[in-house]
Antibody, heavy 119, light 109 residues
Framework: QVQLQESGPGLVEPSGTLSLTCAVSGGSISTYAWWSWVRQPPGKGLEWIGE???????KYAPALQSRVTISLDKSKNQFSLNLSSMTAADTAIYYC????????????WGQGTLVSVSS | QTVVTQEPSLTVSPGGTVTLTCDSN?????????PIWFQQRPGQAPRELIY???DRHAWTPARFSGSLLGGKAALTLSGVQPEDEADYYC?????????FGGGTKLTVL
């Protein structure tokens, strides 16, 4: 059973860049089709940030496209999220998720990590 | 830009039936939007219940069913249990990207 674990700073300064990593265990990152990032501001709904395929193709939400980069590190069996020009509006729980091929869903998620933007 | 709309809140009695819907501002939701439904309890990560409109995972109770209804994606809960009280989110594939609905807070009362 594949497990995912997010890691990164819990606090980012305004205008700074967030860097998060999602470590994948229990299976190879190359085995599954896509890997995704989703966030949830406190008390609010879910927002899809973007995803990366196991061959490195990326897709991003239009509202975040200018600030976001998702990358893959097969040697470490992990993928990462970078989000620049952070503001208080980016304060959220950030989740990583595994996405199956043929639209078979997002069955596996990390527990999420809270990132606050403050000086 | 696609906006996906869900009922903000619904209330259902234990043992009752309730249908949550998921609508798109760009037109009717179809199987080509590959609708997904998640359940999220407080303090937990989302848990996928339904994918590809109506497919269940092994962990999805049989009382949860997905469908297309009147141009929307729908999640129906039959024989609602107290533990079904949670937030429910739909996710649609729109123009090669994924878009979440705003979520429905389901109260079992």
């Amino acid at each position: 059973q594949v497990q995912l674990q997010e890691s990164g700073p819990g606090l980012v300064e305004p205008s700074g860049t967030l860097s998060l990593t999602c470590a994948v265990s229990g299976g190879s990152i190359s085995t599954y089709a896509w890997w995704s990032w989703v966030r949830q501001p406190p008390g609010k709904g879910l927002e899809w940030i973007g995803e990366i395929s196991n061959s490195g193709i990326t897709k991003y939400a239009p509202a975040l496209q200018s600030r976001v980069t998702i990358s893959l590190d097969k040697s470490k069996n992990q993928f990462s999220l970078n989000l620049s020009s952070m503001t208080a509006a980016d304060t959220a729980i950030y989740y990583c998720a595994k996405v199956l091929s043929n639209f078979q869903g997002f069955p596996n998620w990390g527990q999420g990590t809270l990132v606050s933007v403050s000086s | 830009q696609t906006v996906v709309t869900q009922e903000p809140s619904l209330t259902v009695s234990p043992g009752g039936t309730v249908t949550l819907t998921c609508d798109s501002n760009t037109g009717a939701v179809t199987s080509g939007n590959y609708p997904i439904w998640f359940q999220q309890r407080p303090g937990q990560a989302p848990r996928e219940l339904i994918y590809r409109t109506s497919d269940r995972h092994a962990w999805t109770p049989a009382r949860f069913s997905g469908s297309l209804l009147g141009g929307k994606a729908a999640l129906t809960l039959s024989g609602v249990q107290p533990e079904d009280e949670a937030d429910y989110y739909c996710l649609l594939y729109c123009g090669d990207l994924w878009v979440f609905g705003g979520g429905t807070k389901l109260t079992v009362l």
